[in-house]
Nanobody, 121 residues
Framework: QVQLVESGGGLVQPGGSLRVSCVASGSIFKAYVMGWYRQAPGKQRELVAHISSGGTTNYAVSVKGRFTISRDNAKNTVYLQMNSLKPEDTAVYYC???????????????WGQGTQVTVSS
């Protein structure tokens, strides 16, 4: 069982930056692959980025080159640094604990409450 708490969302202008964080508790954090999802109004939740316990990362095409996922296993924390933000990045951002199956990220049903990111002038 894993409990996840996100923080760091807010309102930012287009072209700006924001970092969201997720603290995990209740289990062995370093055992999990960690992912960030987002869900915009009226859209399905989409996987934005994920990171293995050893630090290997993977990104959705829409955010590659602008977002960076990282983790600090000593602090049970995963981060998503978001640069060059666009209005279409507006969404609720959720962290997730998962695993790899056949090289594909699979989500466990462990979710935080989400943090709102709004990109607007």
């Amino acid at each position: 069982q894993v409990q996840l708490v996100e923080s760091g969302g807010g309102l930012v202008q287009p072209g700006g930056s924001l970092r969201v964080s997720c603290v995990a508790s209740g289990s062995i954090f370093k055992a999990y692959v960690m992912g960030w999802y987002r869900q915009a109004p009226g859209k399905q939740r989409e996987l934005v980025a994920h990171i293995s316990s050893g630090g290997t990362t993977n990104y959705a095409v829409s955010v590659k080159g602008r977002f960076t996922i990282s983790r600090d296993n000593a602090k049970n924390t995963v981060y998503l640094q978001m640069n060059s933000l666009k209005p279409e990045d507006t969404a609720v951002y959720y962290c997730n604990a998962g695993y790899y199956s056949g090289g594909v990220y699979q989500a466990y049903d462990y979710w935080g409450q989400g943090t709102q990111v709004t990109v607007s002038s």
